[in-house]
């Protein structure tokens, strides 16, 4: 099969993931473990089907990145949205059951290098954040990373982000406003910290303020990258 044609399977053909384990962190994370017939790699994208029957690309679609992967398991963190169009199957799905995917996409992960890596999130960006970490404990290519979370859920901490990326918690500081992003990033950075870099990851109003802080903090453009996972009234996102 050819590349392209590879490809075009992977995102207009759906399999079954047959799902082995199934952990609710809290009250807004879940983390699900499957098997597949494809293999992956952590930091790539996969589309899961929430409704719909039959066999066929019908029905509605949610992409999630993968946490951590390795041959043909791999983990997802999911954040539980109680209004969202996933909320009645991740209210509901067992050991006992499958997902049907597609995939894989390409993966959102920052560049490698050897400066200080910033990273601010919500919960819809801790599964770019443990690929980040998988695959900067496989080829050490990020020595330096602090991970900043920002939620109101009461339920999270340092430990419990900390043990869903695969860090540790002197790494992971929580927040309850984004607003609180600027200060963050000035808290870390040094006047030698030419090589500076910000990642970005989460819902619209993380992501442009992550944004406008790192031009505050004189963060060159770049060496800021961010991605947008959900924003209000966007087609196909949460």
């Not at 043909?72 to 991740?90: C, K, S, T, V, Y």
């Not at 406003?177 to 819902?203: K, N």
């Amino acid at each position: 099969m050819t590349t392209i044609a590879g490809r075009l399977r992977a995102k207009l053909v759906p399999y079954r993931a047959h799902i082995t384990s199934r952990t609710d962190l809290t009250e807004a994370l879940v983390e699900i473990s499957c098997t597949s017939p494809a293999t992956f790699d952590a930091g790539q994208v996969l589309a899961l089907r929430v409704d719909g029957n039959g066999p066929g690309p019908t029905g509605t679609w949610r992409r999630y990145t993968i946490a951590e992967a390795t041959g043909h398991e791999f983990r997802l963190i999911i954040q539980r949205n109680p209004d969202g169009a996933a909320a009645p199957l991740m209210n509901t799905i067992t050991t006992a059951d499958t997902l049907t995917i597609r995939g894989p996409a390409s993966p959102v992960l920052p560049s490698a290098g050897d400066g200080l890596l910033l990273i601010a999130s919500d919960l819809t960006g801790l599964a770019t954040i443990a690929a980040l970490t998988h695959r900067t404990c496989s080829d050490d290519s990020t020595r330096r990373v602090a991970i900043a979370v920002f939620s109101r859920d009461a339920d999270i901490d340092p430990s419990v982000i900390a043990r869903v990326v695969g860090t540790t918690a002197q790494h992971v500081t929580v927040h309850a406003r984004h607003e609180h992003i600027e200060a963050w990033i000035r808290s870390h950075r040094r006047d030698d910290d030419d090589d500076l870099r910000l990642l970005g990851v989460g819902e619209h109003g993380l992501t442009r303020t992550a944004r406008r802080a790192a031009v505050a903090s004189a963060i060159a453009p770049g060496r800021v990258r961010t991605h947008t996972y959900w924003k209000p009234g966007r087609r196909g996102l949460e």
